[in-house]
Antibody, heavy 117, light 107 residues
């Protein structure tokens, strides 16, 4: 059974940076694309970014392009999300998720990012 | 992006009721649809994929149907532990998008 555990959230001021991590176990991490999905307070789910299994391709939603960077270390089975120039509208719970065959079959427990002065 | 619209946004039902949740796509997505259950304070959990395939270990009272633009999640006999918000998600094209959710409450 796969497991994803996020870390790195918290309170950050607008314009500053934060890096999230997601440690994977229970499956062969290097064989799978991975993604970040966010959920603003009392709102729905939104895809943020996806990275291919080997890190060669990355995709971002428009609102984070140029500010967020998704990356991975397959040797450590870890996914990252570097978030720069943070805005109040980035406040959300961020989930690490595995897009298996189109749907997200494994999810982390989520980490909260609050952007506020 | 493909827009996903769920209805109703809020649903109240009693234990044992048959419950139907709806999801409509803005264009044909064939059967490229998943349903998730999210309980308060928890991560989403996939219930159904490919519109009608039950994920492993999900109770058989959950079922999905539909293709094209209109989809349904049915709970055949509502249980107290089914109180949650349910989201649909398309994975046919472009950015995978979610519906706004249906919050299911117990009467």
């Amino acid at each position: 059974e796969g497991q994803l555990v996020e870390s790195g959230g918290g309170l950050v001021q607008p314009g500053r940076s934060m890096k999230l991590s997601c440690a994977a176990s229970g499956f062969t991490f290097k064989n799978y694309d991975m993604a970040w999905v966010c959920q603003a307070p009392n709102k729905g789910l939104e895809w943020v970014a996806t990275i291919s299994y080997d890190g060669s391709s990355t995709y971002y939603r428009d609102s984070v392009k140029g500010r967020f960077t998704i990356s991975r270390d397959n040797a450590k089975s870890t996914l990252y999300l570097q978030m720069d120039s943070l805005r109040s509208e980035d406040t959300a719970t961020y989930y690490c998720a595995r897009p298996g065959y189109g749907y997200y079959d494994y999810w982390g427990q989520g980490v909260t990012v609050t952007v506020s002065s | 992006d493909i827009q996903m619209t769920q209805s109703p946004s809020l649903l109240s039902a009693s234990v044992g009721d048959r419950v139907t949740l709806n999801c409509k796509a803005s264009q044909n997505i064939y059967k490229n649809l998943a349903w998730y259950q999210q309980k308060l304070g928890e991560a989403p959990k996939v219930l159904i994929y490919n519109a009608d395939t039950l994920q492993t270990a999900i109770p058989s009272r959950f079922s999905g149907s539909g293709s094209g633009t209109d989809f349904t999640l049915t709970i055949s006999s509502l249980q107290p532990e089914d109180v949650a918000t349910y989201f649909c998600q398309q994975y046919y094209r472009g950015s995978w998008t979610f519906g706004g959710g249906t919050k299911l409450e117990m009467k």
